[in-house]
């Protein structure tokens, strides 16, 4: 017989794969949206995005609850602290996807921009992103997260790429430039979307290790990626509460 | 870095034939509380007397290995057990006021010692009863039964008749389990308060209250030591799965 | 099936109080037969003056007298010896050891002794031996020690109510909590010292209904002091640990049985008795008495 408390942490587990689940197939479905310029499937994301909200309200009180009634320590302690972050990195990442869908009608004219762009290659990154997402959320195997890392790495040179050719086909088709700046803003949230991915890879490795890794990054502007890839590992704590105030 | 107070080095404990320790080594820092839990018959309640020798009066106890306070061995056999006492006082599950006054429980401790002065005797007193949080509730009732009190306030009661023979370290052996929540949260405050001033160490089966109150935390099983660290780092990233489990509650 | 319980209920509850009723009866009936047969003869005279004719007239005040005297003496030697015994036992030994176990049987054994054998041991061992002995060494051989006397009757008297004081304080230590013990212990106070301000308090009234039952028998028995220091009359009373001394039981054992005129003396029986009973219950009194008052300072 199974006590209340680990069913209760079942529910959870359960939720968020679902509501990864969710987010996932929202984000693919918005690189489909802006490929083949679907208005229809835009609607569609913008729809869903209800179920995502209601979701997430539902981990964040599953969370409240097990905090208060019971007093989880060690990895379920762990375990619940980052559930309630990776559920909101995840709905955070759900608004961008909707983000994305509301741009898409925007982009029905001018369409040789977007061909332009060879978009493909990130997109079919982005979508193995939120496989490599759903995946760990579910097996909280940390070594998926040097894949999420380097794959986060590859998108965000690529996205640095795309934005500055961007730039330089508005500088000589000015006509172009409504569509332009809506592509620009689309790359900041796909940028966005990936950043909210990592953060869920850390926090897995949290729930698992009890470490804190910090996956930073700094792009420069001329293509240069200069990766800082720090692993703060902060174990057993051996300074007194007062050492620590200071 | 806490220099250690009290350090067992191998200490293993046969009641008879049967094994209640296994080779415990444990470091007790100066003016922290440390706690120690683990399951019923863990060994936890048995390693707390080895520090003040109180398992002496068990018969056909055997000891081996040391007990190391201030860096003397304390099971030499030129070490004179009534003197420790002195310097490690221990408040008990039960609270076991003597059948006298306030006062005289109190006194009992420095009179022993040989204090008579009337006027220090009271010092001493109301220092202590002061010092353990109930001097409001008792001034005014110095010369009544002890036993009259209620159960936390004679908790506290024996809490100052230890702080009266001034230890160094206080054991205390499960405190708070046979008082109500109010009377446990009052005697977990007052140990906050007295760890500026002595070295404690207090066994308790209650793993919230260890949470709480103390600064590291030992876990014994079937009388191992099987980890031992800072109470955060237990209680949030434990490096041993024994200790995770029994903490979550799958076991025990 | 609820009838028969009923009825062996009802039976059961009928059956008891006819025993007690019987037994309340018995004790009246002695009661009434020897008030009755002494009422004439008790007054205070009787109880003050020295008996005079041979027993058939006068007082039996010495009887009271070496009575008190012998318990006195008596509770002195018994009861500190007893106490310490009890502690012993349950404080300083080991359990089972041979030595506790020795003691226990001693203990049992000294209890179920028939009370005669008291006294021809207190003939052999303290008038012959002892006093013999004393005589021997301080007197030369003069005879002082090894004859009959009150302190060798009271501590005839002391080995045979030595059990009953032992087991008494024996029960109370063991009931005090080892908590306390340790707790004295954990404060730094030596074993002795927790004995002495924790423990032997604590015992204090069950030292007290020791003293009281040791009393009560020793106020009674006559066949321990038969040989060793009873008398039937003397003209003085004990005024030192070396003479003989009068006491109630001894006093209506001879007169009933001895005596030159049996049935003259056959009231004064009775109002000794009477004494006698008023004594015992007088003194039983006054200890509970005082170990009430204690338990209620407590």
């Known amino acids: 017989m ?142 998926l997260v040097k894949e999420i890392f380097d794959l986060s790495t590859k998108i965000q040179f690529k996205l640095q790429t795309l934005s500055a050719k961007i730039i330089e086909e508005m500088a000589k088709k000015s006509e172009i430039i409504v569509v332009a700046t809506n592509l620009m803003l689309i790359l900041t949230q796909l940028e966005r979307i990936e950043a909210y991915t990592t953060n869920i890879a850390e926090s897995v490795v949290f729930i698992v290790e009890g470490k804190l890794v910090k996956h930073a990054k700094l792009v420069k502007e001329n293509s240069e990626i200069i990766d800082f890839t720090e692993n703060i590992e902060i174990g057993p704590d051996t300074r007194t509460h007062q050492e620590e105030e200071q | 870095m806490a220099e250690a107070k009290i350090r067992s080095r191998n200490l293993t404990l046969h009641y008879g034939n049967k094994m209640a320790l296994d080779n415990v080594t444990l470091d007790i820092h100066a003016k922290q509380v440390t706690a120690l839990i683990g399951p019923s018959g863990c060994g936890k309640s048995t390693f707390l007397r080895t520090l003040n020798r109180m398992n002496d009066l068990i018969p056909f106890v055997k000891i081996s290995g040391e007990v190391l306070v201030d ?46 002065d009337k006027k220090k005797l009271t010092e001493i007193v109301e220092f202590s009863l002061q010092r353990a949080a109930i001097w409001d509730e008792v001034k005014d009732r110095l010369n009544d039964s002890a036993l009259g009190l209620s159960g936390g306030q004679q908790q506290r009661l024996c809490i100052a008749r230890t702080i009266a023979i001034n230890p160094e370290i206080i054991l205390m052996d499960e405190p708070a389990s046979a008082l109500d929540p109010i009377s446990t949260s009052k005697i977990e405050e007052l140990i906050f308060q007295l760890k500026t001033d002595y070295t404690i160490v207090i066994v308790t089966h209650n793993m919230q209250q260890a949470a709480r109150v103390s600064d590291n935390t030992a876990f014994f099983y079937m009388g191992e030591l099987v980890e031992f660290g800072r109470t955060k780092s237990i209680f949030t990233v434990p490096s041993k799965k024994q200790t995770e489990d029994y903490i979550t509650g799958r076991f025990g | 099936m609820r009838k028969m319980q009923k009825i062996t209920g009802g039976l059961m509850v009928g059956v008891t109080t006819i025993s007690v009723m019987l037994i309340i009866a018995i004790i009246l009936v002695i009661l009434v037969v020897i008030i009755n047969g002494g009422k004439e003869y008790f007054s205070w005279e009787f109880l003050t003056a020295f008996p005079e004719d041979g027993m058939t007239k006068g007082g039996i005040f010495p009887a009271i007298y070496g009575t008190a005297l012998l318990v006195l003496i008596m509770s002195v030697a018994a009861v500190p010896f007893g106490t310490i015994t009890a502690i012993y036992l349950t404080e300083y030994a080991r359990e089972n050891s041979f030595l506790s176990r020795t003691i226990r049987f001693a203990i049992k054994t000294l209890a179920m002794v028939p009370s005669i054998i008291f006294g021809l041991f207190g003939l052999g061992f303290f008038i012959k031996f002892v006093g013999g002995g004393m005589d021997q060494a301080f007197l030369g051989g003069q005879l002082k020690w090894a004859q009959p006397n009150i302190l060798w009757a009271s501590l005839t008297m002391a080995l045979l109510t030595l059990p009953v004081v032992i087991v008494s304080v024996e029960e109370s230590l063991r009931t005090i909590p080892r908590e306390l013990r340790e707790a004295s212990l954990a404060l730094g106070a030596t074993k002795w010292q927790t004995i002495l301000r924790i423990i032997l308090p604590g015992a204090r009234s069950s030292i007290l209904t020791g003293t009281i039952l040791a009393i009560s028998r020793g106020a009674g028995e ?75 300072t407590k």
């Open chain 1, 2 to 143: 199974e006590r209340h408390f680990e069913m209760e942490l079942e529910k959870l587990n359960v939720r968020l794969k679902k509501m990864a689940g969710i987010v996932a197939i929202q984000v693919n479905s918005a690189m489909k949206a802006l490929m083949e310029g679907d208005v229809e499937l835009a609607k569609q994301i913008i729809e869903q995005d209800r179920k995502v909200d209601k979701l997430d309200n539902k981990i964040d009180k599953l969370c409240q609850r097990i905090f208060a009634l019971s007093q989880p320590v060690a990895t379920d302690l762990r375990f619940i602290m980052s559930s309630l972050k990776i559920n909101n990195d995840l709905e955070r990442m759900g608004d961008h996807a909707v983000g994305i869908a509301y741009k898409i009608e925007t982009l029905i004219e001018n369409r040789e921009v977007i061909s332009l762009l060879n978009l493909g290659e990130v997109v079919a990154d982005l979508n193995k992103l939120m496989e490599l997402m759903v995946a760990i959320i579910e097996q909280r195997n940390v070594n």
């Open chain 3, 222 to 296: 006559v066949a321990p002091i038969l040989f060793t220091g009873a008398a039937y009359y003397l003209a003085t009373l004990p005024v030192s640990v070396s003479d003989q001394f009068m006491s109630l039981g001894y006093h209506i054992y001879i007169m009933s049985t001895q005596s030159s005129n049996v049935d003259q003396t056959l009231p004064i029986q009775f109002a000794t008795t009477m004494v006698l009973l008023l004594l015992t219950f007088l003194l039983n009194f006054t200890a509970i008495i005082i170990r009430a008052r204690l338990r209620r």
């Open chain 2, 71 to 116: 860096n003397y061995n304390i099971y030499e056999d030129k070490v004179d057990v009534v003197n420790l006492r002195k310097k490690i006082g221990m408040v008990f599950q039960k609270s076991n006021p003597f059948a006298k006054s306030v006062f005289e429980n109190i006194a009992y401790g420095p009179k022993i010692n040989g204090i008579k």
